[in-house]
């Protein structure tokens, strides 16, 4: 297996070393060029053994700390801090996209409830009272009911003639 790991090395160490020298920029003295080759086949053993070393000695998952606990993330109801930046969001969509991360991504990474809200319960508040005053989510045809609280005092009208102050004197 070495043998065809050190051929492969020879082989992709020239090719480098082809490619470098048909560059038009690259100004090599021809007495240079094996040495350019040794140090691009050295360079390409070193990768080779790299590789090897950083797999055996990967871990599984990269450990993420918390920028804030979840207690602390959820104090405001206006705005959820961000556990990975520790900045104020009202929704962490596309903040999590950015990261590359799912909603389920970002609550497994952290440790988080399956109900870890993304969205601040203030925004999300405000975002359902917009949707009912414009009568969003009613089935066609029913009809908006108003009840006391809202319909708020009855309208004063005018009085009645029996009501009104007599012009008599």
């Known amino acids: ?14 090719e480098l070393t082809i490619a470098w020298l048909a560059n038009p920029n690259t100004r090599v003295n021809p ?3 094996p040495g350019v080759l040794a140090s691009l086949y050295e360079a390409v053993q070193n990768l080779g053994k790299a590789t090897a070393s950083t797999q055996e000695a990967a871990p599984d998952a990269p450990e993420h700390k918390p920028a804030i606990t979840a207690r602390k993330s959820l104090a405001d109801p206006e705005f959820i801090v961000s556990m990975i930046d520790g900045k104020k969001y009202r929704s962490l969509r596309r903040h999590l996209n950015a990261h590359g991360l799912s909603p389920e991504d970002y609550r497994q990474r952290y440790g988080l409830k399956p109900d870890y809200p993304m969205v601040a319960p203030g925004y999300s508040a405000a975002r359902r009272e ?16 108003k009840s006391a609280d809202q319909t708020g005092s009855a309208k004063r009208g005018r009085k009645a003639a029996s009501d009104a102050p007599s012009a008599e004197g």
């Open 130 to 145: 917009v949707a009912k005053k414009l009568g969003l989510g009613r089935k066609p045809g029913t009809k908006i009911t």
């Open 1 to 14: 297996m070495t043998d065809k790991l050190n051929d492969d090395s020879t082989l992709l160490a020239t």
């Open 31 to 33: 007495d240079d060029v």
